[in-house]
Each structure stands twice: as C-alpha cells, then as structure tokens.
C-alpha cells in the first residue's frame, strides 16, 4: 500500500504514533509505535529505500514480506501491514517485548524441561512453515524472541525461501545462514532441501540450549567448518540419554538420512511435557554459567560477523615445519577470486582445472622442480553470501618451491581482493 511521508505531530500516515527506537541494524531501525485506530502497540520495522536499492536487497525485502503474509502460527511473529513512501519501507509488525532467547543461554544454559518447552514451540513454528513451503534458512537463537508471557516467536525471515525458489532438481541452490548453525550441505555448495537444513540449523538450537555452548566450534572458520561437514562434535555428560539420541539424529551431516520433523516429534524426549501449571522464573530456567560457558560463548560473537571482527587466526601462518598452506578472506564473489587465479596460473606455467560452482581450483605446474610438479589446491568456502574465505595450499611439489611462488607471485597477485579486518589483517606475515 502506497502512502506519503506523512510523520506530522510525529503520527505516521495518520495512523501510527511513532515512539522510542527499539533498535536498529545495518538496513533499518524498529520504534516502538501505537495503532491510534485500535490502540494497539506494535514494532515499526522502518527500512530506507535507497540503502536496500544501493546494496542489491530489495528481492530480500520482498521475499520477506511475501513470506510474512504466509505464515500467521502463534510462535511467528506476525506482520501486520506494510506501507511505503517515496523514501521508505514500514513493516507494522507484532511487538514482542521479552527480548531475544539469546540473552537468556548467555546466562547459562538451561534446564532441560525450559529447554524442551522453547523447542517444541520452535518445532511447531518451523512445522507450520514447512507445510506451507517456506524455508527459514537463518534459525538462531538470536531470531528468536519472546513474548510477555515467555513464549517463543520467530522473526526474521529475510534468508527465507519458498517453493517457488526450487530449481528443476527440487533443490535450493543459495549458500546462506550463520557458519556455526548452517547445515554441512549448504557448505558443500550442493543442492539442499530446504526442510532438512533446517532442522540441522533447530538441532544445534537444541545443543545450545541444553549446554550453553555451541556443538561446533573452533578459533579458525575453515577448521569449524570441516566438523561440520564431518558432523564432529560430543555432547556434555549432562544430557539426558533421549536429548542426545535426539540431537545425534538431527546433527547427521547425511540430510538423506537425517531426522524428519514428524519423527522428531514422536521421538520420546519431544513428547515428554513439562509439569503443569508450572511458571519459570529466570533463576528457575538457567543453570548459571560457570566460566565454561563464558569463554564457549565468544563463538556466537564470531558468527555474528559484527563490523570490526578479527580474522586474525585465518591469517596466521602454521608452525614452521607445516607451511604448506594459508588463508585469507575477501568480499569478492567466488568468480573473482578463480579469475586472479587462472591469470597468476597463465602468467607462471601452471595449467588450471576447477569445479563447475567454482568452489575448488587446481593449479598443476608444467615443468619439473626438486620434488615433481609443484600442484597447488585453493579451496573457496562462503561464510555469507558476500563473505569469502579461501584456502591454498600445497597438493604436490617441494614446499619450498611452494612458499617461494607463494611470495614472490600468488600473495602480490591477490593483494587487492584480500579483505582487511578492522586490526588490519590480511595475509599471513
């Protein structure tokens, strides 16, 4: 619905009394706003126009509306109506006051009934979602929220896709979600079921919640990624035998073989229910932090990718006796870095095979050093969709042939796309 800038007497489009800013990311701020037609106290989600346009995002707003008009569940944040002016974007959308399930596990992690009634609350939103052919893509603790009476809710369906975003192959194709909560396939850059990343993305949720640290973690993103991949992780003696059978299943990096929601909620820890007429309190819900969490929890601020996060371990080079590969980060798209490849590869006689998503590139020497050819593997794994993070390293050949080309011509070569921390880090020293 089209409207005009009307913010007269701080009233928007006659109808929304505008009040104090709620918060604000990198695209939009949320007020706290009233409906003076029937009193109700909404979120006014407000998005600029021309910052969405400049960064390519407004298929994503789109999408997010679409699919918000969709899905009405009591565990969904429920949008309300959307309105537009020549300069912005307003989402009149359901206000939650309890906050973000996050700030709670940051206190420590949770008591197996609490845990238990925020997952099946989590379940039957994604259910209901599922049913209805959307995909949420970006479950975390920090999309969900609570309301006044501790109910859980959903939001944030920016990275959300439907049906209609199915190739021929019945597959989606786009590398998104949070590193530590996306599922192995994703990572892989194959074709995933929607369905299925997301009841990986709600079993590490669960993890989360029963231990207050994630299942999948380590200083280097590429390293985090290979357990993923693997499925590598163990669960803390404090869960119960049922919580960890059912996380097994969810946590399978084979989606083919991976845990269905229907199954999920016939498994016998899913179907146990909580006392009745039993309210929590905080101190009731958290089992307190007791260091082990703290220094676990700085993962979540790795993942979160907040302006001024340090990649310093992926710029750091490995012990002397194992230089045989280095890493870096870029915000050029995956093509870009295959193509400064394949000129370094032209320009000092390598031949050069890659894959056909352009995650892998090979680079063969034509002539023979002390060891055989020197072949060299770059490896291109997306953090985010905009956020690149790639391995090279040796594959065959002498090592010090391979840190001498490394020097004196693949590192100079790559310079202007490698990304700088806000430390100032970029390739290894």
């Not at 590869?345 to 680079?363: C, I, P, T």
């Not at 065959?396 to 042939?401: I, K, M, N, P, W």
Request: hydrophobic fraction near 35%; proline fraction near 4%; charge should be positive.
């Amino acid at each position: 619905m089209a409207a005009s800038d009307d913010k007269n007497n701080g009233v928007l489009h006659s109808k929304y009394e505008l009040g104090r800013q709620l918060g604000h990311g990198t695209f939009a701020k949320v007020y706290h706003a009233k409906n003076l037609h029937t009193g109700t106290n909404v979120a006014m989600k407000v998005v600029g126009k021309e910052k969405v346009i400049k960064v390519g995002m407004t298929d994503q707003i789109k999408r997010e509306i679409s699919v918000m008009k969709m899905v009405k569940h009591p565990n969904i944040v429920e949008l309300y109506e959307v309105m537009a002016s020549k300069s912005k974007i307003y989402f009149a959308m359901e206000l939650v006051r309890g906050g973000e399930l996050f700030s709670k596990i940051a206190k420590g992690r949770l008591r197996e009934e609490v845990a238990r009634s925020y997952f099946q609350q989590l379940i039957s939103a994604v259910d209901f979602c599922h049913s209805r052919g959307v995909y949420h893509r970006d479950l975390k603790p920090e999309n969900l929220l609570l309301d006044d009476e501790g109910n859980l809710k959903v939001t944030d369906f920016g990275l959300s896709a439907f049906c209609d975003h199915l190739r021929q192959d019945g597959l989606l194709h786009t590398t998104c979600g949070t590193p530590a909560y996306v599922a192995p396939e994703i990572i892989g850059k194959k074709g995933y079921d929607g369905a299925k990343a997301d009841i990986w993305s709600c079993g590490v949720i669960l993890y989360v919640l029963l231990a207050g640290f994630l299942p999948f973690q380590d200083e280097n993103i590429v390293a985090m990624y290979r357990k993923i991949y693997r499925g590598d992780f163990k669960c803390p003696p404090w869960f119960s035998s049922d919580a960890r059978r059912l996380i097994t299943k969810m946590l399978d990096p084979n989606p083919s073989t991976r845990i269905t929601i229907s199954k999920i909620m016939e498994s016998p820890w899913f179907k146990k229910s909580a006392p009745k007429n039993t309210k929590f309190s905080i101190e009731d819900e958290v089992i307190q932090s007791k260091g082990l969490e703290a220094k676990s929890l700085n993962a979540f601020h790795i993942i979160s990718l907040s302006e001024g996060f340090d990649l310093s371990p992926l710029f750091e080079e490995k012990k002397r006796e194992q230089k045989e590969e280095m890493r870096f980060a870029t915000t050029e798209p995956a093509t870009a870095v295959v193509s400064k490849l394949e000129e370094v590869a032209k320009s000092s006689k390598f031949s050069v095979r890659k894959s056909g998503d352009e995650s892998s590139v090979r680079l063969q020497g034509r002539e023979n050093g002390r060891k055989g050819k020197l072949g060299i593997a770059a490896e291109i794994f997306a953090v985010t969709p905009s956020f690149l993070v790639v391995e090279v390293k040796k594959s065959s050949g002498d090592t010090l042939e391979y840190n001498q080309f490394c020097s004196k011509e693949l590192r100079p070569a790559l310079r202007d796309i490698v990304w700088r921390s806000a430390a100032g880090h970029s390739f290894p020293a």
